[in-house]
Nanobody, 124 residues
Framework: QVRLVESGGGLVPPGGSLRLSCAGH????????MGWFRQAPGKQRELVAT???????TYADAVKGRFTISRDNAKHTVHLQMNDLKPEDTAVYYC??????????????????WGQGTQVTVSS
């Protein structure tokens, strides 16, 4: 099994900053893409930022210039530094990882994994 454990959410005023972290645990062989999605009440889950193992990153237009994603491939961790937060950034943020787990002796299984989510609220 693969588990993603998130931390770092909370309440912050507009213009503030937060740093989200996510760590992968379990029988991980490799993680190709790792990143963050978010879901606001009444809206669909949407991409925030992801990073490939090569270091190539992708950001949603709404967060470009304000959010920065980083990861440590060896530790299976990903971080999201969020600056200049706005009320519209309020959502549950989910860590996501696409990779391969060790399913048994010499057996590898690809999968797409999600964390439990962490609440980010931007409000004065």
């Amino acid at each position: 099994q693969v588990r993603l454990v998130e931390s770092g959410g909370g309440l912050v005023p507009p213009g503030g900053s937060l740093r989200l972290s996510c760590a992968g645990h379990g029988n991980i062989f490799s993680i190709d893409r790792m990143g963050w999605f978010r879901q606001a009440p009444g809206k669909q889950r949407e991409l925030v930022a992801t990073m490939a193992s090569s270091g190539t990153s992708t950001y949603a237009d709404a967060v470009k210039g304000r959010f920065t994603i980083s990861r440590d491939n060896a530790k299976h961790t990903v971080h999201l530094q969020m600056n200049d937060l706005k009320p519209e950034d309020t959502a549950v943020y989910y860590c996501n990882a696409a990779g391969t787990r060790i399913a048994g002796a010499g057996v590898f299984s690809p999968g797409d994994y999600w964390g439990q989510g962490t609440q980010v609220t931007v409000s004065s």
